[in-house]
Every structure is written in C-alpha cells, then in structure tokens.
Nanobody
Framework: VQLQAFGGGLVQDGGSLRLSCTCS????????MGWFRQAPGKEREFVAG????????YYAKSVKDRFAISRDNPKNTLYLQMNSLKPEDTAVYYC???????????????????WGQGTLVTVSS
C-alpha cells in the first residue's frame, strides 16, 4: 500500500487548505484512515480519523469544528479540509492507513500500517 499526501502550502492565519491523500496498491475502502501532524520540535500527533465507509469520524480536540476529514472510496482518496487555520497548525501532515488489526487505538501511531511521505502546511500570523 502506497500513500501520497499533497496539498500543503503557505496560508495566512484564518485561511483554509484542503489536503489530499491518494492510495495505491491496495483496497482503499477496507482501510481505516487517519491524518497526523508533526510540528517542528514536537512529536507526531493524531489529527483526525475516518472509518472504512466514511460514516464515523474522529478528531483531536485542537482541530474539532475547524477541520473535516472525508474520503472518496471509488477515487481511492482521503481528504482533510482545514478551515480557520492558526499558526499553531503549522506542521508536516501525514496520512496513514490501517489494515492489520492490532491492540492500538486509532489515535495512536502504532494503529497504522502504512504512511504517506507528508506535506508541509505553514500558517503565517
């Protein structure tokens, strides 16, 4: 399974961006998908997750009501719509796929089996 994230860039405080993540080499619709981010000097953290059919979504408290995760299974693509961006949202954003059941939780890195390369989002004040 190969994941590729794109759509990052430079945006002003209060602006919006939409990230995309394409999946190849597997059956996208069978995977729980997540977005994580890593800010400079900090550990990677969970941002959002979405169930296989797209019905259930989960968010970190810091992004809830500002970000929206979605997926288009026929297009093998995951999205993250980011609104009301803040400077503290500056980070490299990663998409991840879960396809081997384990004991970790969806908000933990160990839950996921494949990761994209990351796309940089910079929010200027």
């Amino acid at each position: 399974v190969q994941l590729q994230a794109f759509g990052g860039g430079l945006v002003q405080d209060g602006g919006s961006l939409r990230l995309s993540c394409t999946c190849s080499g597997g059956t996208f619709g069978r995977y729980f998908m997540g977005w994580f981010r890593q800010a400079p000097g900090k550990e990677r953290e969970f941002v959002a997750g979405i169930s296989r059919g797209g019905i259930n979504t989960y968010y970190a408290k810091s992004v809830k009501d500002r970000f929206a995760i979605s997926r288009d299974n026929p297009k093998n693509t995951l999205y993250l719509q980011m609104n009301s961006l803040k400077p503290e949202d500056t980070a490299v954003y990663y998409c991840a796929a879960e396809f081997r059941s384990g004991s970790a939780y969806y908000y933990e890195e160990d839950y996921y089996d494949s990761w994209g390369q990351g796309t940089l989002v910079t929010v200027s004040s």
